[in-house]
């Protein structure tokens, strides 16, 4: 028993019309028209296999095929649908193609499974409208509260209450998701990076996914006249600022697992004749490890307090976020393994760089990932692309693990 790669094809081609800059790669904001006209063709083929579709907690969409003992926990599987701006095709897409091809060939088949098997589409994974990622997972599994969640606007001021509402999305069951109700989950997703494209590889299958910290920082100097003040006398933020840069750079090429890096830098008064006075950045550093991840952190933390004594200049240092390493379940890796090798597919575990739904779910049960590559390491932009072949193979190791794991 194979799936049908014809069908997960055109699943990706449907989906994709569904987009609000077409010609400009693919944008699907949580809630919004293009992510209901999406939700609309999945919930049509689900329809054809008799899934039970229900609206779940925080709008997030479970279809279940019923196992033979009722109520036994279930095998899920799943990703999400809303994009960043101007994304891809791929991200999120290959995890909820390969899985509702899974479950369509399942069905089909008429495959004896014990336990329910059950295909998600978290919400907002990506913070494609609401800037937070994970949130569908994050409000599903109880994480965020419900005070919580009635402050939660996008950036025209719409709630997401309000949003999900206006989508029709209204869940049909409130219930926190809790562990005793799943009994493990996989989820594939694209690499978003080049590891496996540079090894010649289908499958990557993930150990561990990345502990994240994020800092923002801002540096004050002095502002003044940028031709009458002599070099030696300035107190340069961005200067200084461009020395942090470098020095997080050396830092955490030291350790391989480790990355840092600065994505948003923020000059004042930002004036080709005004040496600047202010500069304000955001620092992500990243590892699999949480005691070299706070290591790592520490030293640029010192490097930065290094830099200020010696120009002059003061630090404001802000801890914008900080997410542990989340371990991913041995047993799960080896079913994954076993199934690829079966298969004669060659494979490497690896780290997710990126955090995925996968990491809230690991803190409620057993959670595995499969990697499939990125063509040129690209991700979250229109060249976003995995070939067919690999997608299909993702598939097919799916499609056995579900087996094992419900049998
Ligand atoms: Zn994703």
Not at 67 to 80: E, L, N, W
Not at 105 to 123: A, L, R, Y
Request: aromatic share 4%; proline share 3%; hydrophobic share 40%.
């Amino acid at each position: 028993m194979k799936v049908n790669a014809k069908r997960i094809e055109k699943d990706i081609e449907e989906i994709n019309k569904f987009n609000s800059t077409p010609g400009q790669g693919i944008s699907r904001a949580t809630f919004t028209q293009e992510y209901m006209g999406a939700i609309g063709y999945i919930f049509k083929e689900l329809e054809k296999i008799g899934a039970e579709i229900k609206i779940m907690r925080g709008g997030n969409i479970r279809a279940r095929l019923e196992g033979t003992v009722k109520d036994a926990p279930s095998v899920m599987i799943g990703s999400h649908i809303d994009s960043v701006f101007q994304g891809g095709k791929f991200d999120g897409v290959v995890g909820t193609v390969t899985s509702l091809e899974v479950i369509r060939t399942i069905s089909e088949n008429k495959v004896f499974h014990k336990n329910p098997i059950d295909f998600v589409i978290f919400v907002e994974e990506d913070g494609s409208r609401f800037s937070s990622v994970l949130l569908g997972s994050r409000i599903w599994t109880g994480k965020v509260k419900e005070e919580e969640i009635s402050k939660i606007i996008d950036k025209e001021g719409i709630s997401y209450r309000e949003a999900m509402t206006e989508s029709g999305l209204i869940p049909e069951d409130n219930s926190i998701l809790e562990g005793r109700k799943i009994k493990a989950m996989i989820e594939p997703h694209i690499e978003q990076s080049l590891v496996l494209e540079s090894q010649g590889l289908s499958i990557g299958i993930v150990e561990t996914i990345a502990g994240i910290k994020q800092l923002e920082v801002t540096i004050e100097g002095v502002s003044n006249h940028a031709g009458a003040t002599p070099m030696n006398l300035r107190n340069d933020a961005l200067c200084g600022v461009a020395e942090i840069i470098l020095n997080a750079e050396m830092i955490a090429s030291q350790n391989r697992t480790s990355v840092a890096t600065v994505g948003l830098v923020e000059v004042t008064p930002g004036k080709t004749n005004i040496i600047p006075g202010k500069v304000r950045f955001t620092l992500d550093i990243r590892d699999k490890d949480d005691v070299t991840l706070n290591e790592i952190s520490d030293k640029i933390l010192k490097s930065i307090e290094v830099s200020c004594k010696n120009r002059g200049l003061s630090d404001t240092i802000k801890l914008a976020s900080y997410t542990k390493p989340v371990l991913l379940s041995k047993k799960i890796v080896e079913i994954i393994e076993n199934s690829a090798k079966n298969q004669g597919i060659d494979t490497l575990r690896m780290i997710s760089g990126a955090v995925h739904d996968s990491s809230v779910i690991a803190e409620l049960t057993d959670v595995g990932m499969i990697f499939v590559p990125s063509r040129g390491g690209r991700s979250h932009c229109p060249e976003e692309y995995t070939p067919l072949k690999d997608i299909e193979i993702a598939a097919n190791i799916l499609l056995e693990s579900v087996i094992e794991l419900s049998k």
